[in-house]
């Protein structure tokens, strides 16, 4: 395990690579810093999908986001999964490699939700060895993100960010602040998305996420179907303010617009960073 | 069994199969805890059935929306993920309309399911080299009776009874016009005498055609292991003293199409 202390430097802006974009990309080479990938999309045999992460990996960096890992099931980690997902870091050289800090199901079933923990010591003494054991088993650092949720478990003894944190400095891990997650379960259990942001330790920061929800007035709903909205491009800019340039990423996974759209969306990331940092990020 | 173990499964047993809501959950804010954990059941069934409509989208096009989506919500209810990947789920469905198939529609809708399954099948299957004529031509001749071959990855065959390629041909045209097209009436459903059907993906486009029985049944005993020899002792009993040249020229079509591997 490498000990540097310090995240690598910022990759800049980001979208979440879509099949519905592979085309324009490879023509016309958008302003896109960088690309996520969803990492179970390309653990297959070969076809259209390793082909296009191919050409787009020659002139992207890029970065593989997960959502089967299921660090905190009680279920045994599936190690072939993980093998598969080393082995494709292997060819695509991903510049870290993500999931979250969920679980998606156990005894052989994936409910393909990213399901929260209650945030207790358990969970704590339950996750931490696996975190460790999969970053051995890839020979890199993990990056887990924070979902957004619509419940919270009677049991939990911490907040979210005293979890998330704890669990960094036990393992040595990255945290993926999803800013839109922490505005959705702000909303939805009530606390200060701020305390959400400034409760993370910015040495473990090593990338943004941002996306679109449908607000229902009592409660959110992450849907990752919509543009940013503007409590979250505030919550963002402090986001920035506290932790200085991170590489950021815009998620879309549903109602895909065209690329440029995605792109302008873009700029309106770059320009938020260039004003709440004060220099062009 | 630990707390957070036995938490897990009392979630998961509720959002596979519902009943009394697990205790573990609480929230003293609004919405209520049930409706809450709602989200996460919703949100199950909703993402399982997208998936379906995407592998299935020729026949969630010829169903339309509505149909679909009960089709769909009623083979999840049976059909918990086991994979890691959507795109690995709903192998099952083409068994699932068959066996509560009752005329020629629901027939052709079981034909359609199992032909799309093998489709999506080839499109993200291993790429490889096939064996091509080239290789084999710089064999010695002693060599060819002991010939062995297997399937390129992702190689499909299957036998339909129905109309069911034409009718996906309908869905597709329709899609390839406009995305969220549905209910696509394309043709009427018919019951047809058997048609075999070859899919494999030699480069990235997958490409299917029918195959002439006896060809179907010369590739199926090739695929399971027969040497060239075994072929042509096989044919000997219908084509006579044609076998070798009828085996000689189907093994030369399957290599020029990329269908096989050597062993
Ligand atoms: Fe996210």
Partial sequence: MPAAPSPPRPLGFGVGLRPAHYAAILESAPAVDWFEVITENYLVGGGRPLHFLDAIRARYPIVMHGVSLSIGSTAPLDLDYIEGVRNLAARCEPEWVSDHLCWTGTDGINLHDLLPLPYTEEALAHVAPRVAEVQDRLGRRLVLENVSSYISYTASAMTEWEFLAELARRTDCRLLLDVNNVYVSSRNHGFDPRAFIDGIPTERVQQFHLAGHLDLGSHVIDTHDAPVCEAVWDLYAHALRRHGPVSTLLERDDHIPPLEELVAELDRARATATAALGVAA | ?263
């Fill in chain 2, 1 to 263: 069994m630990s707390d957070l173990e036995d938490l897990q499964r009392i979630a998961q047993r509720h959002l596979l199969e519902g009943g009394p809501l697990p205790g573990a959950l609480g929230t003293a804010l609004s919405p209520p805890v049930e409706e809450r954990w709602g989200i996460y059941c919703e949100g199950y069934v909703l993402r399982l059935v997208a998936s379906l409509a995407t592998t299935y989208d020729g026949l969630a096009a010829r169903l339309g929306r509505e149909d679909f989506d009960r089709l769909a919500r009623a083979f999840i209810a049976g059909h918990p993920s086991r994979f890691r990947s959507l795109r690995d789920y709903g192998a099952e469905l083409a068994a699932f309309l068959r066996a509560r198939a009752n005329d020629a529609e629901t027939r052709l809708q079981a034909d359609l399911a199992a032909f799309e399954w093998h489709l999506a099948s080839a499109f993200d299957a291993a790429d490889v080299t096939a064996a091509g004529i080239g290789e084999l031509a710089a064999l010695a001749p002693e060599a060819w009776p002991s010939l062995r071959f297997r399937a390129v990855p992702g190689l499909g065959r299957l036998c339909t009874t129905t109309n069911a390629v034409a009718a996906w041909r309908a869905a597709r045209a329709a899609l390839e016009a406009d995305p969220a097209a549905g209910p696509v009436p394309g043709p009427p459903a018919t019951d047809t005498d058997p048609v075999e059907w070859l899919i494999i993906r030699p480069a990235l486009e997958t490409r299917f055609r029918s195959l002439p029985d006896d060809e179907a049944e010369a590739l199926d005993r090739v695929l399971s292991g027969a040497t060239f020899a075994e072929l042509g002792e096989a044919l000997a009993a219908r084509h006579g003293e044609n076998a070798a040249l009828a085996a000689a020229t189907w093994l030369k079509g399957w290599l020029t199409e990329g269908v096989l591997l050597r062993v």
